[in-house]
Structures are given as structure tokens and as C-alpha cells.
């Protein structure tokens, strides 16, 4: 509360009461401090650099899709079409505890196909989606 006292000058004294402005701002930031902020969504793995010059191997348990040229898919090397992709990953994760999977697109189509296959993967309950991106020549 804020009381001006004093002084030959008696008019109106127009003074901003913060009281009131400071009160809601603990609100907030205590309303702030316990609510948890945290954004749910699909975990990306990042690709990591090679420690060889070797192709890396492929294990039995990974599951690799592969976006090529004209809208064909592959699932581990697999023919696959776009309408049963869904059902394709949600039979072979059925019986995984491991949700991960793997994305690997030509260079030449756009990201919004491998977007597209993303969210299918989403769809179909997979929980990790791996990115494996093209090895780039030193000198580029």
C-alpha cells in the first residue's frame, strides 16, 4: 500500500499501486515451478559418425525402411507398398520389446516422404525412430 505524507504541496498524488502486480507475479511463478514442463513426442536417435571405413552390419533385429525413387519401400530389403506399411510394422513389432526402427531415404526424394513414413511409424506404435543418412566423401 503506498501513502505519500508531508509536503506544502497537498493536491492529488497519483501514485501506481504494485501490490497487487507483484501478488499475481508469485502466482505465476509458482504455479510455473510446479507444474512440469515436458514435451512428449517421437525420440529421434541422431546418427553417429563411423569408426571404420567398413559398411556397417546389419543385425537380424534391426529394422531398416528404406524410402527409394517412385514411392517404393522396402522393409529390410523387403517389397513393401504404402498401404500395408502400417500393418507390415505392426505385425513385425507385435512380438518385439525393442521399438525401435530405422529410416533410411535416397538422397534424391523430398524429407516430407520420409516425414510421411515417420508418422506411419508412429502410428503403428513404434516408439524410436533412427535416422541413417548417406556416408559423405571427405573434400564436399
Known amino acids: 500500500m503506498g501513502m505519500t505524507v508531508g509536503g506544502s504541496n497537498r ?11 507483484i ?3 508469485l502466482v505465476l511463478l509458482v504455479i510455473f515451478m510446479i507444474i512440469p514442463h515436458h514435451q512428449t513426442g517421437l525420440r529421434a536417435e541422431l546418427p ?4 571404420d571405413s567398413a559398411p556397417p552390419k546389419t543385425e537380424p533385429d534391426v529394422i531398416v525402411i528404406q524410402v527409394l525413387d517412385g514411392d517404393s ?3 529390410n530389403e523387403q517389397p513393401v507398398t504404402w498401404d500395408s ?3 507390415r510394422l505392426e505385425e513385425i513389432f507385435s512380438r518385439r520389446a525393442d521399438r525401435t526402427a530405422f529410416v533410411q ?3 534424391a ?3 516430407q516422404v520420409v516425414a ?7 502410428a503403428a506404435g513404434i516408439s524410436s525412430v533412427g535416422l541413417l543418412t548417406s556416408q559423405l566423401e571427405k573434400g564436399r
Not at 116 to 122: A, E, F, N, Y
Open 23 to 25: 501478488d499475481v507475479l
Open 109 to 111: 526424394i523430398e524429407f
Open 11 to 21: 493536491g492529488i498524488v497519483s501514485e501506481m499501486n504494485v501490490v497487487p502486480l
Open 85 to 87: 506399411l502400417r500393418s
Open 116 to 122: 510421411k513414413v515417420i508418422d506411419v511409424m508412429d
Open 105 to 107: 531415404g535416397n538422397p
Open 73 to 75: 519401400l522396402k522393409i
Open 48 to 51: 553417429q559418425p563411423a569408426t
